[in-house]
């Protein structure tokens, strides 16, 4: 029998639900929804953003919320890894 694979998404849904719970902005909710959960290796989160911008924001500004919600969402303590994504950005609306 394989081990099941986490499910990326869900994970990531609770994370953001969880941050907006804890007092974000809306445009730092907005940052976040713009980023896609795309890899969990070891103890690292891979995050896939649509820009330099966001990527930036999420690093800079977000990161320690960010792990936190992350953290606490996969029982165990996580690295942040961001990377850019372009196609994330298509049709998706302006953070702003």
């Keep these: 029998m ?12 609770g994370t953001v639900a969880a941050l907006g719970d804890a007092g974000l902005t809306a445009q730092q909710r907005a940052f976040l929804r713009l980023a896609r959960l795309v890899g969990l290796i070891d103890t690292t989160a891979l995050i896939a ?5 966001t990527k930036e924001v999420l690093e800079q500004r977000l990161s320690a919320q960010v792990i936190d919600a992350l953290g606490s969402q996969l029982d ?15 049709d998706q609306p302006s953070p702003d």
């Design 76 to 90: 165990h303590e996580v690295r942040l890894a961001v990377t850019v994504d372009p196609s994330l950005g298509v």
């Design 49 to 53: 953003v649509p820009n330099d911008y």
């Design 2 to 13: 394989q081990p099941t694979e986490p499910d990326l998404t869900r994970i990531w849904q």
